[in-house]
């Protein structure tokens, strides 16, 4: 059984930066991810982060300032956001997908299984 729970999140001020970390019992090799949600927006895919290789994949908004990282061995995996912006302010999820090993979905349908979520507000 796969469990994920979230930490890291806060107020911070625009420019500065802020680590999400997910604790992931049981995800062996998953492929994993981080999504976003906004009041009164969809939940929106951040970067993504294959089991075996690493592979990364970041949506154009993360790309450049927000970096996905894994630890198989300590089953963790972080995400480092830097110069941080009000538009980023969101609950952030963490996500796993038990049924591949490869595919980075880019959507919440590609994964089965989310944390409970981290709010991250950035003031201006």
């Known amino acids: 059984q796969v469990q994920l729970v979230e930490s890291g999140g806060g107020l911070v001020q625009a420019g500065d930066s802020l680590r999400l970390s997910c604790a992931a019992s049981?995800?062996?090799?998953?492929?994993m991810g981080w999504f976003r949600q906004a009041p009164g927006k969809e939940r929106e895919f951040v970067a993504g982060?294959?089991?075996?290789?690493?592979?990364?994949y970041y949506a154009d908004s993360a790309k450049g300032r927000f970096t996905i990282s894994r630890d198989n061995a300590k089953n963790t995996m972080s995400l480092q956001m830097n110069s941080l912006k009000p538009e980023d302010t969101a609950v952030y999820y963490c996500?796993?997908?038990?049924?591949?090993?490869?595919?980075?979905?880019?959507?919440?349908?590609?994964?089965?299984?989310w944390g409970q979520g981290t709010q991250v507000t950035v003031s201006s």
């Open positions: 049981g995800f062996a090799n998953y492929v």
């Open positions: 982060i294959r089991g075996s290789d690493r592979s990364t």
């Open positions: 996500a796993a997908d038990s049924r591949t090993r490869m595919i980075i979905s880019t959507t919440p349908g590609g994964y089965n299984y």
